[in-house]
């Protein structure tokens, strides 16, 4: 079948990790490769495309409406179809295959976490038959590295190592949606990245549910600290990875902290909870007192490293005594981040079929004042970066002042500061400057930046 999508417009609407937005970076290259192009309202697109997420109800329900409330906009003058093509992919493809078309008859496509490319096959049928099309399979057969890909930032690059999960964490629809893990050689993921530090890129994001397992299918032991030594070598100036389990994470990779310049100093380590009674529940094989040691070891090793983590209140049975403890864990090792989420049950995980004890309002209160301890402690912790200077690597202007650029240092942290007179932010974007830090928020940093300092 040749396919050509000259002539028509594509917007992509992209929810949850970045999984998805990285499919989506493969789902625009794809399309724009045929022709599309991309643009940014439903008003103007031909083709809208949904990747979804269902790790939260919040996000699993919001979908409805959003794709119901787009099905009466009408098209644009002269587009190419005489009804918009909505597609769905993502995790919630994948898990509700067909039931999607038949609950929403609007839908064009729907298409897995394993067929991405077949998204422009589909679409195509979908116009000459004028009937929905539907494909989801069950396991990857390969990485979509062939696929085209249009990057959010030129500078910046996600390279997923892996894809799946087998933890089973007993509240996570992850591993349903998203298959067992399966590595990609280290040849393939080295020449990526390869590839991209040719193109520009600074910054290269390792991807994978849970990085530190990587190589375990391939190879029968994990190999992941070889990787990060191969992709530092290849030259990139930055180098991160998400996500880590602690249960996993090994002494090679703690000392790569110390060994490899290009390994950044900030480590997103999910706890999830700071009860030994809650994790063992949840299935994550390791005690608060293990997560520990692993935070000491890796201050050991890098005094400063900025870490951040996952948190979810009212897992069922938490009792108030339990949720103390996670308090506790938070204050003690004192993030610079902490995502913290409600528990969300998820129909066809173990814990969807446990009790629940507390009440809604006991689980909000929980919630409440874990927030607001994260804050302070995040506070705190941004406070000795006053009067330093930090190497920010450009990303954009502040949402909020478009007199400010906005980057990150290498802790991960937000950094502000008026553009110096003379310069444009496009000139400044992807590229390194030094700013003196004169402000300490609890969510981002701001100063000023030195103009000689841009590399
Ligand atoms: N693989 C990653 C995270 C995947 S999901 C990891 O293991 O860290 C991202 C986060 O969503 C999880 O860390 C967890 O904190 C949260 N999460 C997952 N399922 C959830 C649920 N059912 N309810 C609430 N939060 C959940
Ligand atoms: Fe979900 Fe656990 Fe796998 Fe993370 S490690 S994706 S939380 S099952
Ligand atoms: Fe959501 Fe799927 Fe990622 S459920 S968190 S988009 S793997």
Redesign the pocket.
Known sequence: MHIDFTGFAFCIHTFG?QMNKHDSERVHGMLESLGAVQVETVEEADIVVFMTCC???AADTRLYGQVASIKNIPLRENAPVSKRLIAIGGCIGQRDGERLIKQMPHVSVVFGTHNIHSLPALLYKAIDDSKAQCEIEDASNSFPTDLPQRREHAWAAWLPIMIG?N?F?T????PYVRGREKSRTIEDIVSEAKRYVDDGVKEITLL???VNSYGRDLYGSPRFAEVLQRVADTGIERLRF????PKDLTDEVIESFGKIDALMPAL?L?V?SGSNTILKAMNRHYTHEHYRELVRKLREVVPNIALST???VG?PGETEEDFLDTYRLVSDIGYKQV?T??????NG?P?ATYEQNASREEIQDRFDRLVDLVQKRAFELNQPDFGCDVEVLVEGVSKRNPSLLSGRTPGNQTVHAPIPSGMTIDELCGRFITVHVDLCKTWYLSGTADPKSVR
């Open positions: 990790c790790v939260r109800e999960c933890n964490c509240y996570c629809i992850v994978g549910q849970n998400a996500t880590s389990h997103h999910p999830q996952d948190i979810i897992f995502f989420f409600i528990y969300s049950k998820r995980t814990a």
